[in-house]
């Protein structure tokens, strides 16, 4: 399996951005799809995921901010981000789970705060 992110960037404090992860390979039997995100110095924190039901999870310090929504026919992920702070600057990374486990990752794309 390969994820591939896209949509990082740039962003100034209150600006929305939305990623967008294509998986390809070996997707079947797919459980969830999430984004996590890497700030240097801290544990890699799960952002929000999506079950193959729909059913979807988010981190307290996002919840109505950031949507995380997917085209399943295209093994497409996307995470909308709205009313960005500093602290949501970091690098994001796609990450699929199979048997409980995230057990495949992306590069990762950047969020970085415009001076």
């Known amino acids: 399996v390969q994820l591939v992110e896209s949509g990082g960037g740039l962003v100034q404090a209150g600006e929305s951005r939305v990623l967008s992860c294509t998986a390809s390979?070996?997707?079947?039997?797919?459980?969830?799809m999430g984004w996590f995100r890497q700030i240097p110095g801290k544990q890699r924190e799960l952002v929000a995921s999506?079950?193959?039901?729909?059913?979807?999870y988010y981190a307290d310090s996002v919840k109505g901010r950031f949507t995380i929504f997917k085209d399943g026919a295209n093994n497409v992920v996307y995470l909308q981000m709205n009313s960005l702070k500093p602290e949501d600057m970091a690098v994001y990374l796609c990450?699929?789970?199979?048997?409980?486990?995230?057990?495949?990752w992306g590069q990762g794309t950047r969020v970085a705060l415009s001076s």
């Open positions: 990450s699929l789970s199979r048997d409980g486990i995230w057990a495949y």
């Open positions: 999506i079950s193959s039901g729909g059913t979807t």
């Open positions: 390979g070996s997707t079947s039997s797919i459980d969830d």
